[in-house]
Nanobody, 124 residues
């Protein structure tokens, strides 16, 4: 099973940007569709974005379309989430997840590998 470690979270003002990284070890990410999920304070985990293991097909939650971009660098075994125009409602713990040979599902149940999460806090 692949091990995933997120980084890049932090405190940013509204309107700012952050780039999250998800580094994999133990197995190549090239056979994994990858997703980003987030869990706002006091709320359930929700889908943010995903990218297919074949090609560059992506899917986004409506709340982040046009502001967030998911990408992958298989040579670096890393997936990224570029976030711009951040809003206070984007505050959450962000998790990356892997779905081997899977699709760009927005359901957390489809992902078998998870990172520990990284905190993103957007101040108003």
């Amino acid at each position: 099973q692949v091990q995933l470690v997120e980084s890049g979270g932090g405190l940013v003002q509204a309107g700012g940007s952050l780039r999250l990284s998800c580094a994999a070890s133990g197995r190549t990410l090239s056979t994994y569709s990858m997703g980003w999920f987030r869990q706002p304070p006091g709320k359930e985990r929700e889908f943010v974005a995903s990218i297919h293991w074949v090609g560059t097909g992506t899917k986004y939650a409506d709340s982040v379309k046009g502001r967030f971009t998911i990408s992958r660098d298989n040579a670096k075994n890393t997936v990224y989430l570029q976030m711009i125009s951040l809003k206070p409602e984007d505050t959450a713990v962000y998790y990356c997840a892997g779905n081997r040979f899977g699709g760009t599902s927005d359901s957390s149940k489809e992902y078998e590998s998870w990172g520990q999460g990284t905190q993103v806090t957007v101040s108003s």
